[in-house]
């Protein structure tokens, strides 16, 4: 499945670090922020969760929500969060997802849907990530995808994540 610019948001249920979600229940009438990344306690990562963990009150008051997506299962993301807030002095109070079975990434076009299997054992050889200059963010009042110029440079959003043998994220 492609996604493009006006397109219905896809919807999904996963487990999360506040619970079990359903997305577009969870983003309600809000914008959402979602955002993915290949790996817990990956460097760029933990830089990026934490940045956004320091504007979250920013996107508050425009009505917007922040949500991110990791391959790794929940109960990782709590040491992360932990480590995230430590290092770089911001507690991530929004949501987590665990994606183990790939299935929002996906849906949401991030990886090929025929893909088979699960993600690698943290630390495997083979995932890195593949970043663009976009962000995809959802409209609450069109149920669809926004796409946003990022205006900072390349490598400060994340797109999604990439399997190449060859590669992978330090």
Request: glycine content about 10%; charged content about 25%; aromatic content about 8%.
């Amino acid at each position: 499945m492609t996604l493009r610019l006006g397109d219905t948001a896809p919807d999904f249920q996963a487990e999360s670090t506040i619970g079990p979600i359903r997305f577009h229940e969870w983003a309600g009438d809000s914008w959402t922020v979602l955002f993915s990344h290949p790996r817990d306690f990956t460097p760029v990562c933990t830089t990026e969760l934490g940045y956004m963990a320091g504007l979250q009150e920013e996107f508050a008051k425009r009505n917007c929500k922040i949500i991110g997506l990791s391959v790794d299962p929940v109960d990782n993301h709590g040491r992360w969060a932990a480590d995230i807030e430590e290092t770089q002095g911001h507690r991530v109070n929004y949501p987590m997802i665990g994606d183990p079975e790939l299935k929002v990434a996906k849906a949401w076009g991030m990886l090929p849907a025929d893909l088979d299997g699960r993600a690698p054992p943290s630390g495997s050889p083979g995932y890195f990530m593949q970043m663009d200059d976009d962000a995809w963010g959802y409209s609450p009042d069109r149920l669809q995808l926004q796409r946003r110029p990022n205006r900072e440079g390349p490598g400060s959003s994340t797109a999604g994540i990439r399997r190449d043998a060859n590669r992978r994220e330090r």
